[in-house]
């Protein structure tokens, strides 16, 4: 069956995990030995059971209580399935958090609705992480309601106050639902906390089921291949890639870029078999009817006549997630390129709001930027081709961030 | 346990072992005969239109049980595999943590030094152990095969990692995405063989396949591919309730694959 990505995000301590650990044990997903193993280790270190560590394996987590790398985990509910990415909440761990939330489809935020808790800077950075990654439907569960009594005056305190900001980074209102849980005592979430009677929405596992079966995606119907590189054939070498979007049969003309080639498909693989045609998500290899000139890997094939054209300079938003100087790398699609960057506009993550740039630390900012990279490549606007137009950015060796482009 | 789409788990695989080989220089796959790397080599095969084209690396400690001697020269044969058969030592004072961790991972690593290899592609999965969900895609390890579990690079969308130090490699999982049962659809589906220690004798078979010290039968009456799917459709026990050293104690895992083991 189709397993629906989600992933947490929040504030650390907010009960990201708490909260899957429970999904795992109500919905019977948990084996009996692994929730024994995370009470006996719950006993072992003089605490009270904790769901949380079905998913903080590590020796650290659970000590530390806290999560330090992304894990997942899969859920059954009803005629769905979820796939749950837990992420650290903690700042420094935003790397890690990042490469979770990546993989997702929709989000699952947590905010704490306990006395001095409540919406945090992280919780804000969260969102317009996910928006910057390309997920536009969130679900917020306001946690820990039973330690403040079940009060519906601040759930809906926390509601107005989130809403306004998620409008603000441009998540449409009807893509945003507010479920008031407590993930430990595991109210409103398969079920209906009696506790709760004021709350007249659907418990949180509903509410996700209905964001997946609202979902429609449209496939873009135009041809993009992205090469990975070759392999040896009989008849010389063939290209293999993967492709994006489209579908493409034996015998049609192509466009190759950066390259600016055409060619004809003279012949085509798809799972090690001759084929006539492939479509979007398959992996294909095939024979041109001519050499390319250049090393193929991050290269692109569209049809014949497509307009598309490469280029050295990209405009982008970015997230930094480390100080940086000029000179950065960009991972793009299996390529190292250097560049340079010029940074137009800062993005506070936390408002929303875009201000002159200023010397000092960018860490934990986005800004608008400008990159001159040292060859031509094959991008396309990140609402266009999510695929084509998103990179990493790295400086030396160390993880910097991520782009989108625009 | 949730059945997953085999037709795009099968295109991710294919992609990332694609992806080892256009992005190493060395590549090489730990093949122990079991369900698991058996499948991957089966995703080798698609991947490079039939023909693996990385040598299979087992790590003998001369105790797997016969059967598995007998597949492996069986498969070796059928699939022209490129086989490199490592021996390991083995004492009989060691089991478990020892017995894995040092035997195995040792023999490994000076395989790895002699011939330089800089991926090593591992069939493990992130349903088996709470562990292993922490795990990458790509994931490196230094010369002494130190997995830095605390601080593991980033890895978004297919950017997988490609910063080594000079004598180091990478692991690359490309099953980390398959449940079990998923890998048991697969077999079914592309008839991959299968070694006959996973079928049901007098009642028993094995579910997880290690050596004839550490592994013990579970009760089943699994007698093919299909009796094994409905089974694990239904079972509440995990899958490697056979294997000694996961059961020592806490935290076994974390600290054997620390240290570089599989």
């Known amino acids: 069956m189709k397993i629906n990505k989600v992933t947490l995000l929040g504030h650390k301590d907010h009960g990201k995990s708490t909260l899957i650990g429970n999904m795992l044990i109500t919905s019977g997903a948990a084996s009996e030995q692994r929730i024994n193993e995370a009470k006996k280790t719950s006993r072992k270190l003089g605490r009270r059971f904790e769901p949380g560590y079905i998913l903080d394996s590590f020796e650290e987590e659970r000590q530390g209580e806290m999560t330090i790398d992304t894990t997942r985990a ?43 808790e409540g919406i945090r800077p992280q919780t804000k950075r969260h969102i317009f992480l996910a928006k910057m990654l390309g997920i536009d439907r969130i679900i917020v569960a306001v946690n820990k309601m039973d330690t403040i009594g079940y009060d519906e005056k601040e759930f809906e305190r926390i509601k107005g106050e989130l809403g306004e900001f998620l409008g603000g980074v441009g998540i449409r209102n009807d893509n945003v639902y507010f479920v008031p849980i407590s993930a430990y005592n595991a109210e409103n979430l ?41 392999i040896p054939h009989e008849t010389g070498s063939m290209l293999i890639g993967n492709v994006l979007s489209g579908s493409i049969r034996s015998g049609q003309r192509i466009m190759i870029l950066p390259e600016g080639a055409n060619a004809t498909v003279k012949d085509l693989f798809v799972k090690g078999s001759r084929t006539k045609s492939a479509s979007t998500g398959e992996n294909v290899a095939m024979l041109l009817d001519k050499p390319i000139s250049r090393e193929p890997r991050g290269s692109v094939i569209y049809s014949e006549g497509s307009r598309q054209r490469p280029s050295d300079e990209i405009k982008a938003t970015v997230f930094l997630t480390k100080e940086i100087g000029e000179k950065i790398t960009v991972r793009f699609n299996g390529s190292n390129l250097q560049g340079k960057i010029a940074i137009n506009s800062l993005i506070d993550t936390t408002t929303g709001s875009r201000e002159a740039p200023k010397s000092g630390n960018y860490a934990l900012n986005a800004a608008d930027v400008n990159i001159k990279l040292g060859k031509k490549i094959q991008a396309e606007p990140f609402t266009d081709s999510r695929e084509l137009g998103r990179f990493v950015l790295y400086e030396g060796s160390k993880f910097a961030g991520i782009g989108i482009i625009k | 346990m949730i059945q997953q789409d085999i037709n795009e788990l099968e295109e991710r695989s294919i992609f990332i072992i694609r992806e080892a080989k256009s992005k190493f220089k060395n590549v090489a796959a730990l093949w122990s005969m079991g369900k698991d790397s058996t499948t991957m080599i089966a995703l080798a095969r698609k991947a490079f239109l039939g023909k693996v084209p990385f040598p299979v690396i087992h790590i003998d400690n001369g105790i797997d049980f016969p059967e598995t001697y007998k597949f492996r020269a069986e498969l070796a044969k059928k699939w022209n595999l490129d086989l ?35 991926a090593l592609i591992v069939s493990i999965r992130r349903d088996e152990h709470g562990i292993r969900a922490k795990e990458r895609y790509v994931s490196p390890r230094d010369r002494n095969f130190k997995w830095s579990y605390k601080d593991q690079p980033a890895e978004l969308w297919n950017d997988y990692s490609s910063s080594l130090d ?97």
Not at chain 1, 200 to 211: A, H, N, Q, S, Y
Not at chain 2, 84 to 101: D, L, Q, T
Not at chain 2, 221 to 234: P, S, W
């Open chain 1, 74 to 116: 899969q859920v059954k509910y009803r005629d769905v399935a979820f796939e749950f990415i837990d992420v650290p909440g903690h700042e420094e761990l935003i790397k890690n958090m990042i490469s979770g939330a990546s993989y997702a489809s929709f989000a699952l935020l947590i905010v704490s609705a306990k006395a001095d």
């Open chain 1, 190 to 230: 398969s079920a209906k906390s009696p506790n709760m009677k004021w709350y007249k929405g659907k418990p949180l596992l509903d509410v996700m089921r209905t964001v997946v079966k609202s979902n429609e995606e449209v496939e873009d119907p135009h041809l993009r291949i992205l090469l990975q590189g070759t």
């Open chain 2, 166 to 262: 000079s004598k180091g490699h990478v692991r690359v999982h490309p099953l980390l995405d398959f449940n079990e049962i998923d890998i048991w659809n697969y077999i079914k589906k592309e008839k991959v063989p299968i070694n006959p220690l996973y079928f049901s004798r007098n009642g028993m078979r094995y579910r997880s396949l290690g050596c004839t010290h550490c592994t013990t039968a579970i009760k089943s009456n699994a007698r093919n591919v299909d009796d094994i799917i409905k089974e694990l459709g239904t079972t509440t026990t995990e899958e490697r309730a056979g294997r000694d050293q996961d059961k020592e104690k806490e935290y076994v895992m974390q600290k054997l694959r620390s240290l570089g083991y599989m």
């Open chain 2, 84 to 118: 490199i058969v490592v021996e390991s030592e083995i004492k009989p004072e060691m089991s478990g943590f020892a017995c894995c961790g040092a035997n195995k991972t040792v023999a490994l690593k000076k395989l790895m030094e002699e011939r330089g290899f800089d």
